[in-house]
């Protein structure tokens, strides 16, 4: 710092990075009554098939100080996780222990090695100082973003708090609104029983619900998708959800008389339904269908 020059106006470094480059994403992040940090974070495409994922967190003013940082990340593969904090000089009185990394439940969550409570000179994020958190994932970053959490070092309310920035799509999400439901499975399901010319998806269908990634969307990418759907719904045995498009047996974005032909078709010869339509005939996800789904389906028609 030079203090003959003329005064400028403070700018905490962090903020350079966002303004030299458009792609960064920056959150202020205000932790109530209290102070101000700073979240930076961009994802890069290696090329690879992976995308980097960097973060800097500043702490601008907070005395309560940050312990943990976490992303969500879903079931993407996670590699070269990395943290990096600065070294207090010596005699200064704070542990330097680096933040640990944890990859559990779908979220990557770093930590100090101690809380306030089991020792309050624990490494900490405190004031005028900026952490760094990396990984990479084999998941393009979402187009809405998502929530991280920055978790309080000392006691107070709230004990954390969530901020929208850059983090890996949801795999299974196929409509990127970072949930996985009965949209998602109508997307999936249009492109069930398709293949794919490489790198040439028809643009009618998502190429993603190809999970695999083998050419063709099977019933292997089915059970991969309810894999991730039931990771979402945190519960391993959950059924799949009812397709948004229900009704629309033909797929063709309306519900008329046309799929009522094909209903009682289907309904009437049940061996000859496609995978798709199994599903999306099947109002009260049953796996079978009987005067419960007729009359569901004869109100949607009314309905519509
Ligand atoms: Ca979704
Ligand atoms: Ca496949
Ligand atoms: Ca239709
Ligand atoms: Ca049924």
Known sequence: MSFTGPTIQEIPAIREWKLNDPDVVETDIRVPNEGLMIL?????????????????????????????????????????????????????????????????????????????????????????????????AAMPPSVSGGSISVGLFKFGTPGAISATTVVPKLRGDFDDNAIIDGSDFAIFLQAHGHCFAPNDPPSSLDANADMNGDGCVTLEDFDLWLACYRIFEGDPQAQAPLPADVGDIN???????????????????????????????????DSDLDEIDIQAFV??????
């Open 40 to 136: 930076a974070a961009k994802a890069s495409d290696n090329g690879d098939g992976t995308w980097h994922y960097e973060y800097a967190l500043f702490n601008q003013n907070s005395d309560r100080s940050a312990g943990t940082f976490s992303v969500p990340v879903g079931n993407a593969v996670i590699t070269n996780i990395e943290f990096k904090d600065v070294d207090y000089h010596s005699g200064e009185v704070y542990s330097l222990t680096d933040w640990t990394p944890v990859l559990s439940n779908g979220i990557m969550k770093w930590s100090t090695s101690h809380t306030f409570g089991q020792n309050p000179y624990a490494n900490a994020l405190r004031w005028g100082t900026m952490y760094n958190f990396r990984f990479d």
């Open 251 to 285: 797929g063709n974005g309306v519900i008329d008389a046309s799929d009522l032909d094909r209903f009682i078709i289907i309904y009437l010869t049940s061996g000859e339904a496609t995978f798709r339509e199994l599903f999306v005939s099947d109002f009260d996800s």
């Open 299 to 304: 109100s949607r028609l009314l309905d519509s």
